[in-house]
């Protein structure tokens, strides 16, 4: 059993005792530990069950590449599920549960799928799952999602109770990892003068160095890692951040930093989560290397761990993983464990070499503790269980025969080091197989490129390949020198550290253990414990005919998810060559990508939620409408009153009321979202004929004219009224999600095509509230508004007459007035300047009250207009919609010899004399039309579906007319008047609605017009 | 002017730097040749600034002229004297291809200062904002999260931020959101 | 994520700062052409794996187009230059010539119109 150790442990405080729980049950840690160490220090052997067997799991490794550990943290508003124990700093009052079992770690009935193993291989679901289809829905679906799956999701009505955030931050040289090869890399970079940032992941800086031993200039790598970093903390130009993984790397020196600020201390408040957003000249990769497995039948049983890891427990945290060890290698590296181990009182059983030869002086130093060595074996199998107790001993050279049986409770066991090429890897880095390392290193000749083409990455130490303190330093001087080089700094050279490592005899590739294992065994050998992915499940792909990596890694999912082939890349690759009898470097890597260890959803959204969620636009009047009754409706990014809600009332009500008066007395609209856009300039007439469908260069000053605006393709994307200012400037209303679109058009249009014509446009939407006046009674409101203030503006038929505007004062106020109406009725718009707005509706308001006034929303301005058989942008046209067939023939200019969309709507399709056109349609039985629904005729199409002849475009229930009306596009609609055509509802009613005029309202216009 | 409010009506906040709405200011976009002797001397004449070079602004007692592109320039006059200074540069630039308008309520306008101010930045706008890459005259068009903005730094280390008056409320909470006391960055 | 500079304002842009505007140097075929002429006009683009020519805005900025001349397989950006032209200009294509000997986009290659080849 795993227990604290008396001595060692330079993380932990044990002067600083805390209390946490797991699985509701509470234990002690101190301060520095790791959930991992402290649950390893109460004996917590076994902290979870597997993915896809429900096998007993236990800590692998110390790090972020842990793939069993993964725990559910907290509880309520701030659990989250999946995290792992090596990378959870301990708190007091933390609760951590183990997953992916019920109803007990203990006694998981699922684990019933460990015995049915042989028949879920690879690829099982695809094979199972085809047929019967029924059964997917009503069995297969719910049984995987009870038996899969890591942790539970959070409550989905529960809302993070953390804030995260993002930082924008730009260095000429990044440094990724501040194990000593990051801290010597920055170290040479800061020395040129360049700006550097240096992200180390851990609370801790120096990486593994100080647990591996050796010396650096003399000293313990320890003192040098403290002189260092004072060095560095002294340099204006060097920013250290801990706690801060490099998350990803991404074009143009692009990267993400994830900075975990509260974690480790919850309650301290301010974010918990920093994504730091950094564009880098350089990005130097110091990510260190990590330990493989060994591929040996049990090797994930609760206790085996990787050897380094063990160490790391034993050194950093004061952890024995147990009484008896047995250590399995091919490798000297191992042997420091094994050392370690002997040091802290932990029995050594064995040390299993598969060299024949052995190693070198750190075998030597293991023997001279008489710890037993032997040479030419392998381990031949684990005896499953809830904790490591028997191992079984067999030549390597075999198929898995027991020479040996002994009693361990933990296995150590060391399959060489891969470096950590993930964010080389991100942004396209490519790699070479490395035969001394067994494994792939960074190809200098291939790095990721940046803007100008130069190589922008350069990896270093460990993460280059280079093992041994002596060799690494040097590696990262040289490449903290060149990242500054690059970045346009002058060339300066940093003396390396001088690193003394004990030599280590060369290692030998071993990727099945023992070499030619049976297949009991081989179903036993896992190469990724995350997504439970064996030898036996590779070698089966293989047969099947997957000789792509990236195919097999997607059949068996090896390497996937957040796993990103931390542990499990090189073994299966080798397994996967193997099998195909091809070389690992012919089969190739799969894509690493980011992040390279799991980021919360948090830290990418950052700031943006809640009320910052999105931006949300005002107008003016917005306080106002919130404070009387407005039921908001978005716009866009606006919010807009549908209705104005009084006590009692519903939308519908609400509506009727609105639509009513508006049409009996007077309403106020809000239409200041409508787009306003200055157009000036000697060729703006010119240039506007190019931009509308209408002439609008012959539109005399004062006057007002609707316009058309056409895409290129013809389709109708925007209308407005434009007005004419003065000889060479006019104002153009758009629609109100049109405004930076059409702004944006018409610039891309003088930028890009017509840069010799004389134009300026502005965009003034947000200058001004517009307010339109409507019904009989607007004129009064002015002009009572105008007596008070003492005169103004005359507001009257003959000085405003209809389709005209004037500048002036309405009620003391500047303001321009157009005699426009989407209503139908008498209306004005009056622009003020947006910061009097609110005063302006408030005037309006007070002395609209002897006159019935009633603002209105959204939908009354939709009905009203389509009583008037009015068309609305996004209503009536959907991208695919040309003014002919809206019957707006009238709106295109035939004088002009070309207009954007002219020459598409001369195309076969468009004069095409059976395009749905725009016709009125009113219910047989007076109801509202479905919204969307479609028309039906006789027989049908090639697929036997009913042939459709129409759609309804817009519907509404029109309280002036006390009926359904509504508009929609019909197969040669406007020669079919009086026809009654079906549309079928997805309610199973079909409804009946007579082809009609689609002016339901004032036909001759005479309202608006007083 | 007791009719005119700005969109922020005086808001403030104070965390790691202090955002306050800054108040009625009167803007004209001008647009133009920029390099039109005509031109900057009604600008001058309208803000006692003269001609800002590309991405900067020139600060004058009571006016400014920011570099906003090629063609266009941003003059910040008082709030009340903008309809003056308006028909003054119009009648200035009477025969020149030119245009100017009135923007003075289309934008709200916010100071922030304080010691936290860079990083509060920062954390919303993906700009460099170590002092080695932006100070004083500096003037930048560009995004603040999820909407355009504008910002420039006064002598006195404070900025002026600008951006459309419909969403100066998402950006003072943006803002006091990145101000958040407990969110020192602290690497300016 | 991409950084482009201004070619206006001098801004190293980055993505999130721009918006992209596909293909450059399109020629506009107005009433008068044939169907062919407009079909391909409106249609048809490149889609070249290496250099590409191709417009940009910087909308979060000066909100001037420009046009980017880059490598798609790459990200590799050669040069940027205003929008206010109808091939790319001689300094770009020679960059290009430079770094992509024997290179050609639509009509344009190593650094010369060529005439229908």
């Given at each position: 059993?795993?227990?604290?150790?008396?001595?060692?442990?330079?993380?932990?405080?044990?002067?600083?005792?805390?209390?946490?729980?797991?699985?509701?049950?509470?234990?002690?840690?101190?301060?520095?530990?790791?959930?991992?160490?402290?649950?390893?220090?109460?004996?917590?052997?076994?902290?979870?069950?597997?993915?896809?067997?429900?096998?007993?799991?236990?800590?692998?490794?110390?790090?972020?590449?842990?793939?069993?550990?993964?725990?559910?943290?907290?509880?309520?508003?701030?659990?989250?599920?999946?995290?792992?124990?090596?990378?959870?700093?301990?708190?007091?009052?933390?609760?951590?549960?183990?997953?992916?079992?019920?109803?007990?770690?203990?006694?998981?009935?699922?684990?019933?799928?460990?015995?049915?193993?042989?028949?879920?291989?690879?690829?099982?679901?695809?094979?199972?799952?085809?047929?019967?289809?029924?059964?997917?829905?009503?069995?297969?679906?719910?049984?995987?999602?009870?038996?899969?799956?890591?942790?539970?999701?959070?409550?989905?009505?529960?809302?993070?109770?953390?804030?995260?955030?993002?930082?924008?931050?730009?260095?000429?040289?990044?440094?990724?990892?501040?194990?000593?090869?990051?801290?010597?890399?920055?170290?040479?970079?800061?020395?040129?003068?360049?700006?550097?940032?240096?992200?180390?992941?851990?609370?801790?800086?120096?990486?593994?160095?100080?647990?591996?031993?050796?010396?650096?200039?003399?000293?313990?790598?320890?003192?040098?890692?403290?002189?260092?970093?004072?060095?560095?903390?002294?340099?204006?130009?060097?920013?250290?951040?801990?706690?801060?993984?490099?998350?990803?790397?991404?074009?143009?020196?692009?990267?993400?930093?994830?900075?975990?600020?509260?974690?480790?201390?919850?309650?301290?408040?301010?974010?918990?989560?920093?994504?730091?957003?950094?564009?880098?000249?350089?990005?130097?990769?110091?990510?260190?290397?990590?330990?493989?497995?060994?591929?040996?039948?049990?090797?994930?049983?609760?206790?085996?761990?990787?050897?380094?890891?063990?160490?790391?427990?034993?050194?950093?945290?004061?952890?024995?993983?147990?009484?008896?060890?047995?250590?399995?290698?091919?490798?000297?590296?191992?042997?420091?464990?094994?050392?370690?181990?002997?040091?802290?009182?932990?029995?050594?059983?064995?040390?299993?070499?598969?060299?024949?030869?052995?190693?070198?002086?750190?075998?030597?130093?293991?023997?001279?503790?008489?710890?037993?060595?032997?040479?030419?074996?392998?381990?031949?199998?684990?005896?499953?269980?809830?904790?490591?107790?028997?191992?079984?001993?067999?030549?390597?050279?075999?198929?898995g025969g027991a020479r040996e049986i002994v009693q361990a409770d933990a296995v150590a066991m060391s399959g060489g080091w891969s470096p950590v090429v993930h964010l080389w890897s991100h942004c396209g880095g490519k790699l070479i197989w490395d035969e001394v390392t067994a494994s792939f290193r960074p190809d200098p000749e291939r790095p990721p490129l940046g803007d100008k083409g130069q190589g922008f990455v350069v990896p270093a130490g460990a993460a280059n390949g280079e093992f041994g303190l002596a060799a690494l330093l040097e590696d990262a001087a040289v490449a903290g020198a060149k990242a500054a080089e690059a970045a346009g700094f002058p060339a300066t050279t940093v003396a390396?550290?001088?690193?003394?490592?004990?030599?280590?005899?060369?290692?030998?590739?071993?990727?099945?253990?023992?070499?030619?294992?049976?297949?009991?065994?081989?179903?036993?050998?896992?190469?990724?414990?995350?997504?439970?992915?064996?030898?036996?499940?590779?070698?089966?792909?293989?047969?099947?005919?997957?000789?792509?990596?990236?195919?097999?890694?997607?059949?068996?999912?090896?390497?996937?998810?957040?796993?990103?082939?931390?542990?499990s890349n090189i073994n299966g690759l080798a397994i996967l060559a193997d099998s195909l009898n091809a070389e690992i470097p012919q089969v190739g890597t799969t894509t690493f990508r980011p992040p390279y260890h799991p980021i919360s959803l948090g830290a990418i959204a950052g700031e943006a939620r809640g009320e910052i969620f999105q931006p949300i636009r005002k107008t003016p009047m917005y306080d106002w409408h919130d404070r009387n009754g407005a039921d908001w409706e978005p716009v866009g990014q606006w919010r807009r009153p549908f209705a104005y809600l009084r006590d009692g009332e519903d939308r519908h009500a609400a509506v009727n009321r609105e639509v009513k008066n508006t049409r009996e007395n007077l309403g106020l609209l809000d239409a200041s979202t409508l787009g306003k856009l200055i157009v000036k300039g000697p060729d703006a007439g010119k240039f506007l004929d190019m931009m509308y469908t209408n002439m609008m260069s012959t539109l005399k000053i004062g006057k007002c004219r609707y316009g058309l605006m056409c895409s290129e393709n013809g389709f109708l994307m925007d209308d407005g009224v434009v007005a004419r200012i003065d000889e060479d400037t006019w104002l153009c209303h758009t629609t109100t999600g049109g405004a930076e679109h059409i702004h944006g058009w018409m610039e891309e249009w003088l930028q890009t095509e017509w840069w010799d014509w004389k134009v300026y446009v502005a965009n003034v939407t947000e200058q001004y509230a517009q307010i339109a006046v409507v019904g009989p009674n607007a004129r009064k409101v002015l002009e009572k508004l105008n007596a008070q203030a003492g005169g103004g503006m005359d507001v009257s038929r003959e000085a405003l007459p209809f389709m005209e505007w004037r500048d002036g004062q309405i009620g003391g106020f500047d303001a321009r007035a157009y005699r426009i109406s989407f209503s139908g009725e008498l209306s004005y718009e009056i622009a003020v300047a947006a910061s009097e707005g609110q005063a302006f509706w408030d005037a309006l308001m007070e002395a609209g009250k002897e006159f019935g006034v009633m603002p209105y929303g959204t939908e009354t301005l939709h009905i009203l207009r389509a009583e008037k058989g009015f068309i609305m942008i996004g209503d009536e046209t959907d991208g695919t919609v040309i003014p002919q067939d809206l019957g707006l023939n009238w709106a295109l200019s035939k004088k002009k010899e070309d207009y954007l969309g002219k020459r598409a709507q001369q195309r076969s399709h468009m004069v095409d004399p059976d395009r749905w056109q725009l016709v009125g349609l009113e219910t047989v039985d007076g109801s509202v039309l479905p919204d969307g629904a479609y028309a039906v005729g006789e027989g049908v199409n090639a697929n036997g579906q009913r042939n459709m002849i129409g759609r309804v475009t817009s519907t509404y229930h029109s309280a002036t007319l006390g009926r359904g009306i509504a508009m929609g596009l019909v197969k040669h609609g406007p020669k079919r008047m009086g026809e009654v055509i079906e549309f079928p509802g997805t309610d199973g009613k079909t409804y009946k609605a007579k082809i009609v005029d689609p002016v339901f309202y004032d036909k001759e216009g005479e309202k608006q017009n007083v | 002017m007791s009719k005119a409010v700005s969109e922020l009506n005086g808001a403030r906040y104070a965390g790691l730097a202090e955002v306050a709405d800054a108040g009625l200011r009167g803007m004209i976009t001008l647009r133009g040749d920029l390099d039109s002797a005509v031109l900057k001397s009604a600008v001058q004449a309208a803000t006692g600034a003269g001609m800002p070079g590309i991405g900067r602004i020139s600060v004058a007692a009571d006016g400014a002229v920011a570099w906003m592109s090629p063609d266009e320039l941003l003059l910040l006059v008082p709030y009340e004297e903008a309809g003056a200074k308006l028909a003054a540069l119009q009648a200035a630039l009477a025969g020149e291809h030119a245009l100017a308008v009135n923007v003075s309520d289309a934008r709200t306008y916010l100071r922030l200062s304080g010691e936290g101010a860079r990083e509060v930045l920062a954390k919303v706008s993906p700009v460099d904002l170590d002092p080695a890459a932006f100070g004083p005259g500096q003037f930048r068009r560009s995004r603040l999260a999820q909407v355009a903005g504008a910002f420039w730094m006064e002598e006195d280390g404070s900025f002026g931020i600008i951006c459309f008056r419909s969403v100066g409320e998402y950006v003072f909470k943006l803002l006091k959101t990145a101000a958040h006391p407990q969110s020192k960055v602290g690497v300016y | 994520m991409l950084i482009l500079e201004c070619p206006y304002c001098g801004v190293k842009a980055e993505e999130t700062e721009l918006a992209a505007g596909g293909e450059a140097h399109l020629k506009r075929y107005g009433p008068g052409s044939s169907d062919d002429e407009f079909h391909d006009y409106l249609f048809m683009r490149e889609n070249p794996k290496g250099v590409h020519f191709e417009r940009w805005r910087h909308a979060n900025g000066c909100g001037k187009w420009f046009h980017a001349a880059r490598c798609t397989m790459t990200l590799e950006v050669f040069g940027t230059y205003p929008a206010q032209t109808t091939e790319p200009p001689q300094e770009i294509c020679d960059k290009i010539t430079a770094k992509r000997p024997g290179w050609s986009w639509r009509e344009f290659s190593d650094g010369r119109k060529s005439s229908a080849a």
């Open positions: 059993m795993s227990t604290r150790l008396a001595k060692h442990g330079r993380l932990i405080d044990r002067s600083k005792q805390i209390d946490f729980t797991f699985n509701g049950k509470t234990m002690k840690g101190y301060a520095g530990d790791t959930l991992a160490s402290a649950l390893l220090a109460n004996g917590q052997v076994m902290m979870g069950r597997s993915f896809k067997y429900h096998r007993p799991r236990g800590v692998v490794a110390s790090g972020a590449e842990e793939p069993n550990a993964l725990m559910q943290l907290g509880t309520g508003d701030r659990y989250e599920p999946n995290q792992r124990a090596t990378t959870t700093e301990l708190f007091s009052g933390l609760q951590a549960q183990s997953q992916n079992h019920w109803p007990s770690l203990e006694f998981d009935v699922l684990s019933i799928n460990n015995k049915l193993s042989r028949f879920l291989t690879a690829g099982f679901y695809y094979k199972m799952f085809i047929h019967p289809r029924p059964l997917w829905k009503h069995v297969y679906e719910p049984i995987i999602r009870k038996s899969a799956g890591l942790g539970a999701a959070p409550d989905a009505e529960l809302k993070d109770a953390d804030t995260y955030e993002h930082f924008y931050f730009f260095a000429d040289v990044l440094v990724i990892g501040g194990g000593v090869a990051g801290l010597q890399a920055a170290k040479a970079a800061a020395a040129s003068g360049a700006k550097v940032l240096v992200l180390e992941q851990n609370s801790y800086w120096g990486g593994r160095a100080p647990v591996d031993g050796g010396t650096i200039d003399g000293e313990a790598p320890e003192a040098w890692i403290e002189k260092t970093l004072a060095e560095l903390r002294a340099m204006d130009n060097v920013t250290l951040r801990d706690r801060c993984m490099g998350s990803g790397v991404y074009d143009h020196g692009y990267a993400l930093g994830y900075e975990r600020l509260t974690d480790h201390a919850p309650g301290q408040g301010g974010p918990r989560h920093r994504l730091w957003r950094i564009r880098a000249s350089q990005i130097v990769t110091a990510t260190g290397a990590i330990e493989r497995p060994l591929s040996f039948a049990g090797n994930d049983v609760p206790g085996v761990m990787l050897a380094g890891a063990m160490r790391d427990y034993v050194v950093n945290w004061g952890v024995k993983p147990g009484e008896r060890v047995v250590v399995a290698t091919n490798n000297d590296d191992a042997y420091r464990t094994a050392l370690v181990l002997h040091d802290a009182g932990v029995e050594v059983v064995r040390v299993v070499d598969t060299r024949e030869t052995g190693g070198g002086a750190l075998m030597e130093a293991v023997r001279e503790k008489g710890i037993r060595v032997e040479l030419g074996r392998a381990i031949a199998k684990v005896k499953d269980g809830k904790s490591v107790t028997e191992v079984a001993i067999c030549a390597q050279n075999g198929e390396a550290a001088k690193g003394e490592s004990v030599a280590e005899a060369q290692m030998e590739a071993v990727w099945l253990m023992p070499a030619k294992a049976d297949v009991k065994l081989r179903m036993k050998s896992w190469l990724d414990y995350q997504n439970d992915v064996k030898v036996s499940d590779v070698q089966l792909a293989a047969r099947e005919g997957y000789e792509s990596v990236e195919h097999t890694k997607r059949y068996t999912t090896l390497g996937m998810a957040t796993d990103q082939g931390k542990l | - | -």
